[in-house]
């Protein structure tokens, strides 16, 4: 009998009909993440924002609301740019959303261009940490803030998802290690008191 369960693959790279009712998932899931991480992102009206492995799309609808500048969203998977795409049409068809697809350790976009940058649910499966973090600095302007959350603050409390998924989930102490070896200053990080979620904020 084959399993109709998720996947490794599909949650770090969802794809066909098990990835599109992934991504929808997660859009609705991820709700309370998204806006205990955007509340430390601070975004102003005049901030360009970029969100690192988008997903669904959702988080960008949220930046959307809270900045009139450009936004921007990138995923490795090509399921998920579609999703993004869908879910924010009217802001891709005017201009002001531009969602593609890529990896975090190669971001096709200027040295300097951002003024916030984004990752939700995503480190899990980033092929290098330190490596996306470097980059995630060169598209941020002098000042710029990076803002990371994640609901697994370290690999017990994601128990038997960090093995079957082939999950990395970087405790406080080594994300904080990595965003500083990475040029990042004043990094901060906290577990939400209830939740036991994990939220990095950094400045550039």
């Excluded at 975090?104 to 200027?110: D, G, Q």
């Excluded at 480190?123 to 302007?141: C, H, K, M």
Aim: net charge neutral; aromatic share 6%.
């Amino acid at each position: 009998m084959i399993s109709s369960a998720p996947t490794e693959s599909q949650f770090s790279r969802p794809s066909s009909l098990m990835g599109r009712i992934l991504l929808r998932s997660m859009n609705i899931g991820h709700g309370r993440l998204h806006q205990w991480g955007l509340k430390a992102a601070g975004i102003q009206l005049t901030d360009r924002v970029l969100d690192v492995g988008c997903g669904g799309g959702k988080a960008i609808s949220r930046i959307l609301e809270e900045t009139r500048r450009e936004v921007a969203g990138i995923d490795h998977s090509p399921e998920a740019v579609k999703t993004a795409r869908s879910v924010n049409r009217a802001a891709v068809s005017s201009g002001r959303l531009r969602i593609v697809e890529s990896s975090v350790e190669s971001l096709p976009f200027r040295d300097g261009f951002f003024d916030v940058v984004t990752a939700f649910e995503t480190t899990y499966f980033w092929p290098e940490l330190q490596a996306g973090l470097t980059e995630i600095r060169r598209v941020l302007s002098p000042g710029g803030r990076l803002v990371i959350a994640n609901e697994f603050a370290d690999r017990a409390s994601a128990g038997a998802w960090a093995d079957r998924l082939n999950m990395h989930v970087p405790d406080s102490e080594a994300l904080a290690g990595a965003a500083y070896e990475a040029g990042f200053l004043m990094v901060d990080v906290s577990v939400h008191p209830h939740k036991g979620w994990l939220r990095l904020v950094a400045a550039k």
